[in-house]
T-cell receptor, first 116, second 113 residues
Framework: KAGVTQTPRYLIKTRGQQVTLSCSPI?????VSWYQQTPGQGLQFLFE???????NKGNFPGRFSGRQFSNSRSEMNVSTLELGDSALYLC???????????????FGAGSRLTVL | DQQVKQNSPSLSVQEGRISILNCDYT??????FLWYKKYPAEGPTFLIS?????DKNEDGRFTVFLNKSAKHLSLHIVPSQPGDSAVYFC????????????FGPGTRLSVLP
């Protein structure tokens, strides 16, 4: 079974540009979450999508947005990039639809964004 | 304000000994906790979880203990192996769907041969 696939793995942008990252979840997983990892900050929750709807949102500015397609694939977009947006962006998918028990996120390898 | 704290940025342990990684949380609404391990250039991988109705969960060499009154959990690895060297993240959730996890900053474990 293929894991969570994220593209691109590495990218370099300059301030003011925008970027789109893609995530293909594990087949059958309908929930996709996005996290930002920076040194010393751990993983910060960005948003979660389920059945093409944003169900949860973290505390990030509106420059960060996302969407989910009918095949559960998801994209996140960051507009007007700032130096502080340099980070590893992780996508995770999950099978569990509600709080019925063990709920495990399966992560992709991440997209490392460098903003110059 | 960090809701999930891992106060030790790094930990070194001798191979074969016990590794104890600690995590503290401030939000009493958290009711589900997980530990993830992360190697460089890879995404975090799930290790073990515990819900607030339990105080211990064991899976092979890994045991997680939860002390709700102290808002503290710990991960014990016995015996530690060099392959356990990685960054360990503690995560907590309390939302209805269990998808919004709050992660700690991580602890880098080095198991020395």
């Amino acid at each position: 079974k293929a894991g969570v696939t994220q593209t691109p793995r590495y990218l370099i942008k300059t301030r003011g540009q925008q970027v789109t990252l893609s995530c293909s979840p594990i087949s059958g997983h309908r929930s996709v979450s996005w996290y930002q990892q920076t040194p010393g900050q751990g993983l910060q929750f960005l948003f979660e999508y389920f059945s093409e709807t944003q169900r949860n949102k973290g505390n990030f500015p509106g420059r960060f947005s996302g969407r989910q397609f009918s095949n559960s694939r998801s994209e996140m977009n960051v507009s007007t990039l700032e130096l502080g947006d340099s980070a590893l962006y992780l996508c995770a998918s999950s099978l569990v639809e509600g709080r019925t028990g063990a709920n495990v996120l399966t992560f992709g390898a991440g997209s490392r964004l460098t903003v110059l | 304000d960090q809701q999930v704290k891992q106060n030790s940025p790094s930990l070194s342990v001798q191979e074969g000994r016990i590794s104890i990684l600690n995590c503290d949380y401030t939000n009493s609404m958290f009711d589900y906790f997980l530990w993830y391990k992360k190697y460089p250039a890879e995404g975090p991988t799930f290790l073990i979880s515990i819900s607030s109705i339990k105080d211990k969960n064991e899976d092979g060499r890994f045991t997680v203990f939860l002390n709700k009154s102290a808002k503290h959990l710990s991960l014990h690895i016995v015996p530690s192996q060099p392959g356990d060297s990685a960054v360990y993240f503690c995560a907590a959730s309390g939302d209805n769907y269990g998808q919004n996890f709050v992660f700690g900053p991580g602890t880098r474990l080095s198991v020395l041969p």
